[in-house]
């Protein structure tokens, strides 16, 4: 079971000012941008800030990613090549549309892990779904290589482009998207990331597009404003009944263990490999909120 | 709405452009070879241009201040300019407006109160400059004189002006302008400039570098017609008086009368008093006349080259210059047809 | 051969804008608005950085607006390389 993210804050990665605040927010997870929030001329100076950021810049009790340029320009390889020796916690891959183009990213950092003497698995990918075809093959992208994969991502503006949808609040233009995501990452075993909130002044829609977002079954979504980050984050956190849940898990494998048995119930039913993985990733999620809410 | 930062090439966006800066009171810059704009929608909210190694027309809109649009305008520009090879930047503001380049990092090489100031960014090739001139008159006296000289070509009215500093003054300095927008290129005004003082012991000749401002440096744009010649003079004399004459050891600057050249007088009027000002003597010489009575004047020289009567040339200039003519007579007469 | 010039960076605050020049020697000028705080530091930085890359014929100019020395770092090895690619064209 990956790890689960709620709070992926996007940093555009050539604005050292941007990059200064990241400490000082409140995600479990920062990524630096390559790509969207970067012009084409900048892409050169973007690389080499993200970087030296990555190499010696502080960013305690939080996951460090990068959002490199898609397979289909000119700068993904480079990228990945400056980064990668780096140890981001993953990259993110825009507009993944197949498997196979996950498969060449994955293959070029293995790569490059190996050239480093980096542990190879020790970056993970994850693959954000911005098209029609990319949502069609949802699942293949999910299991491809599903043990490098951090996350399952939607990025909502180039898809909705892509399908001629009308972007509203209420979101149902990417309903189906959303849902079959979800599907594919769950059904692959991966935690599902949702999209952004664009509108960075409505708090009111941003509360109700996240209580949608988790209900449909997201562990967390894109961050693009520090603005959004604590109602974003409150949204997603589980509820006592989801925790308890996971408490009483754990309890149970205790039991079994010390009893010497090999399956594990609760409630007079069998709790499953990927429960138990769901109820360890809740409550180590739950830890690290608890440790950041400290640090406040 | 979003906003973006665009290099500019349709007409529609050149208008834009326009508009802005006659909303700010601004003149509208000439021939530029790149400028950039923020646009909000279809407003452009903020501009600026280059042409050469000079910025211009660097404006934002009245309700946008003080949010660094300035800053992402002068990036663009300065990163746009590195293509063409330029690491040096010139700027012409008025004087009130230097505080906000300072900020970004241009710094000031004279002000000409109360027109405009004249300020650089980048590596400096002022300080080069001034370095340079030191280097050149380091072993030799102080209380020198300058005479800044187009000579096109180098006359003996010029020989006149020459001599009499030499005779006078411990030093000679003749800077001699490097513009190439003459009918005799400066590799030529140059030369001439050489042979014809080559027996004078105390006369260095120099090349000016961008610092003697002429009208084709100073941005014509940039002052109403009327003021144009006495902007520009004002501008060229602080910059004389702050970064040559102290680096030549220069305490003295002759100046040569121009009667056919209300220019000339404007000029003049306008050295004089701003050098004065800084503790430098200025001497305005009257020009040699020929034996007829004439003034002695290089645009003389020239009508009689486009006309062919060289043999009018020979009394009017010195004997290296004379045989230069000769020589490239038939270079100088064609390239004179093509331009 | 034409000259050229090579920048990165920006006037962003937090940020650094580099001008690079191909030269004969290596010259460094910092122009920032904590000059007299931190001139030394980010001249040992860019020092630093030249030394590392063996770099000795560039002029420089480091126009500082508050940069950490990661950024500022990490700007003029962006420039040095668009220098290398320049130089090589």
């Known amino acids: 079971m990956s790890k689960i993210r709620r709070i992926l804050m996007f940093i555009p990665g050539n604005s050292p000012a941007m990059i200064n605040n990241a400490p000082i927010i409140d ?15 900048d892409k050169a100076d973007a690389r080499f800030l993200v970087k030296e950021t990555l190499l010696h810049f502080e960013v305690p009790g939080k996951d460090v990613a990068v959002r490199i340029n898609g397979i289909s320009t000119d700068f993904w390889m480079e990228d990945l090549r400056a980064i990668v020796p780096c140890r981001p916690a993953f990259i993110q891959l825009p507009k993944t549309e197949r498997g196979e183009d996950l498969l060449k990213v994955i293959d070029l950092i293995e790569k490059i892990e190996k050239k480093e003497g980096i542990p190879v698995g020790t970056v993970q990918v994850c693959p954000i779904i911005e098209t029609a075809l990319g949502i069609e093959n949802a699942f293949q992208i999910a299991m491809t290589k599903t043990e490098r994969l951090a996350a399952l991502a939607l990025g909502a503006e180039d898809l909705i482009a892509d399908i001629s949808g009308i972007r509203s609040n209420e979101s149902l233009e990417i309903m189906y998207a959303r ?118 | 709405m979003e906003e973006y930062l665009k290099s500019l090439k349709t007409q529609n966006e050149f208008h834009c452009m326009e508009e802005l800066l006659k909303r700010q009171n601004l003149s509208v810059p000439e021939n530029t070879d790149t400028s950039f704009g923020i646009f909000k929608g279809d407003n452009m909210i ?62 000031t090489i004279t002000e000409a109160n109360p027109y405009a100031a004249f300020m650089e960014y980048g590596i400096s090739e002022s300080k080069k400059f001034s370095e340079k001139l030191r280097e050149i008159s380091a072993n030799k006296p102080s209380d020198a004189t300058a005479i800044v000289m187009n000579a096109n070509p180098f006359t003996y009215g010029h020989r006149y002006l020459v001599e009499q500093a030499s005779n006078n003054c411990s030093w000679v300095y003749l800077l001699a302008v490097e513009e190439d927008a003459s009918f005799f290129p ?65 305490s003295t600057r002759y100046l040569g009368t121009e009667p056919y050249s209300q220019t000339t007088a404007i000029y ?68 004179r047809t093509c331009k | 051969m034409q000259v050229k010039a090579f920048v990165s960076g920006t006037l962003e605050s937090g940020d650094v ?73």
Not at chain 1, 27 to 41: G, H, P
Not at chain 1, 206 to 223: E, Q
Not at chain 3, 40 to 61: Q, S
């Open chain 2, 46 to 107: 903020a501009c600026g241009s280059r042409r050469g190694d000079i910025l211009q027309g660097i404006a934002v809109s009245d309700d946008r201040r003080n949010e660094n649009l300035s800053a992402k305008i002068v990036t663009a520009l300065i990163r746009d300019s590195a293509d063409y090879g330029l690491s040096t930047l010139y700027l012409f503001t008025k004087p009130e407006n230097q505080l906000i380049f300072n900020e970004l990092g241009f710094h």
């Open chain 3, 17 to 89: 804008i580099i001008t690079l020049k191909t030269s004969d020697h290596v010259s460094v000028t910092i122009q920032s608005a904590v000059q007299s705080l931190y001139g030394d530091l980010i001249r040992k930085t860019v020092d630093d950085t030249l030394a590392e890359n063996k770099v000795r014929n560039v002029e420089v100019f480091v126009n500082d607006n508050g940069a950490r020395d990661f950024v500022i770092r990490a700007r003029l090895l962006a420039a040095l390389e668009k220098k290398r690619r320049g130089d090589s064209e």
């Open chain 1, 179 to 296: 849902q079959r995501l979800v599907n594919a990452a769950r059904a692959a075993g991966i935690s599902p990331s949702d999209t952004a909130f664009i509108n960075v002044d409505d708090d009111e829609w941003l509360v109700k597009d996240c209580k949608l977002s988790r209900s449909l079954g997201f562990d967390g979504r894109a961050i693009i404003s520090p603005r959004q980050v604590k109602l974003a984050r409150s949204m997603y956190l589980p509820s006592k009944k989801e925790i308890d849940y996971a408490k009483a898990v754990i309890d149970a494998i205790h039991d079994a263990k010390r009893r010497g048995r090999g399956a594990i119930t609760l409630n007079g039913k069998m709790v499953d490999e990927p429960i138990v993985k769901r109820a360890r990733a809740v409550l180590q999620s739950i830890e690290e909120s608890e440790r950041m809410v400290q640090d406040e």
């Open chain 2, 186 to 250: 400066f590799s030529a005004r140059y030369e001439l400039m050489l042979k014809g003082t080559q027996d004078l012991r105390n006369v260095s000749v120099i090349p000016s570098g961008r610092y003697v401002v002429s009208k084709l440096t100073f941005p014509s744009y940039f002052t109403p017609d009327s003021l144009l010649t006495r902007v520009q003079a004002a501008i060229d004399a602080e910059v004389f008086a702050d970064l040559i004459a102290p680096s030549l050891k220069v």
């Open chain 1, 27 to 41: 995600a479990d997870t920062i990524v630096f941008d390559l790509e969207d929030s970067v012009a084409l001329e």
């Open chain 2, 268 to 335: 003049n009027e306008e050295v004089t008093s701003r050098l004065s000002r800084k503790g430098i003597t200025v001497k305005v010489l009257e020009r040699k006349k020929t034996d007829d009575g004439n003034y002695i004047s290089a645009s003389a020289v020239r009508a009689n080259i486009e006309s062919g009567n060289l043999h009018r040339i020979k009394e009017m200039v010195p004997e290296s210059t004379y045989q230069y003519i000769l020589l490239n007579n038939k270079n100088i007469k064609k390239e």
